[in-house]
């Protein structure tokens, strides 16, 4: 299965500024997924990156917001923009392969104080 | 969209015990997955199952598409089995996206 390496793994942030995560695929990947789960709570997709492509947004969430970069096959970037203390969730990268599934990477702990 | 239930919501077994976890979920799926979230947040991939039956060590998964239902049977549990257990969908409508649905999660929490 792939491996994702993403990053940073936690971080807390003045709300009102921004960051940026990174993942690194070590495979080449049509469709990488960002997600978010906020505390105690399940998994809720922001959006799907393509290369070569603009992401797809899922409801309630929008680019202004969550700017993602797709340069190539084995990265890509989501930035929280703006942020407030509800933007306080993990966030989480993934991948999509056959036979095995979803592979998702370490998650990036915020924390917006 | 496609709605996925997890029953129990929580589950506090003693270690030795076994459980079964149930994935509910609303529409036809293309795909079904089983994930771990251990207590640092890490997501761990078990079973890659949109039907059949699939085992591995201790645990065990069986999907049956038909009736829209996903088994999670942990045995002889060990207290490193703790965290939640996830189930997440993939439905082949509107369009194919691959895109994942995460069920509500079961919490289990394995006592020595």
């Known amino acids: 299965s792939a491996v994702i390496s993403q990053k940073p793994s936690r971080d807390i942030c003045q709300r009102g500024t921004s960051l940026t995560i990174q993942c690194q695929v070590d495979s080449q990947v049509t469709m990488m997924f960002w997600y978010r789960q906020q505390p105690g709570q399940s998994l809720t997709l922001i959006a799907t990156a393509n290369q070569g492509s603009e992401a797809t947004y899922e409801s309630g969430f929008v680019i202004d917001k969550f700017p993602i970069s797709r340069p190539n096959l084995t990265f890509s970037t989501l930035t929280v923009s703006n942020m407030s203390p509800e933007d306080s969730s993990i966030y989480l990268c993934?991948?999509?392969?056959?036979?095995?599934?979803?592979?998702f990477g370490s998650g990036t702990r915020l924390t917006v104080v | 969209g496609i709605q996925v239930e997890q029953s129990p919501p929580d589950l506090i077994l003693q270690e030795g015990a076994n459980s079964t976890l149930r994935c509910n979920f609303s529409?036809?799926?293309?795909?079904l997955q089983w994930f771990h979230q251990n207590p640092w947040g890490q997501l761990i991939n078990l079973f890659y199952?949109?039907?059949g039956t699939k085992q591995n060590g201790r645990l065990s998964a069986t999907t049956v598409a038909t009736e829209r239902y996903s088994l999670l049977y942990i045995s002889s549990s060990q207290t490193t089995d703790s965290g939640v257990y996830f189930c997440a969908v993939g439905s082949p409508l509107p369009t194919n996206t691959d895109k994942l649905i995460f069920g509500t999660g079961t919490r289990l929490q394995v006592f020595p």
């Open positions: 993934s991948v999509v392969g056959r036979p095995y599934g979803y592979t």
């Open positions: 529409d036809s799926v293309n795909n």
């Open positions: 199952i949109p039907s």
